[in-house]
């Protein structure tokens, strides 16, 4: 069964404030709610639950550098491991 959202925004800080208050479930990166498992204020509610890994595309002109910034930050994020 797949839950139907009542809220949709596409910042996870705001659905992390948004658990926070106590509006419900999100699905936010680790480094938000670290603190707050910590703290004991939050806490998994699915903790052998993952999300399907998803494809990540870029694209960028032809004329930009080729060890540009966003060349070397994407050349980092695929050697990074999981």
Same mark, same amino acid.
């Given at each position: 069964?797949?839950?139907?959202?009542?809220?949709?925004?596409?910042?996870?800080?705001?659905?992390?404030? *948004?658990?926070?208050? %106590?509006? %419900?479930?999100?699905?936010?990166?680790?480094?938000?709610?670290?603190? %707050?498992?910590?703290?004991?204020?939050?806490?998994?509610?699915?903790?052998?639950?993952?999300?399907?890994?998803?494809?990540?595309?870029?694209?960028?002109?032809?004329?930009?550098?080729?060890?540009? *910034?966003?060349?070397?930050? *994407?050349?980092?994020?695929?050697?990074?491991?999981?």
């Amino acid at each position: 069964m797949k839950p139907t959202p009542h809220l949709f925004t596409n910042d996870a800080q705001a659905l992390h404030r *948004l658990a926070q208050a %106590g509006a %419900g479930l999100a699905i936010v990166p680790e480094f938000l709610v670290a603190p %707050g498992i910590e703290s004991g204020a939050m806490d998994y509610v699915l903790p052998s639950w993952e999300l399907r890994p998803i494809s990540v595309y870029a694209e960028w002109p032809a004329n930009a550098p080729k060890h540009g *910034l966003i060349h070397l930050a *994407l050349d980092a994020l695929s050697q990074a491991k999981p």
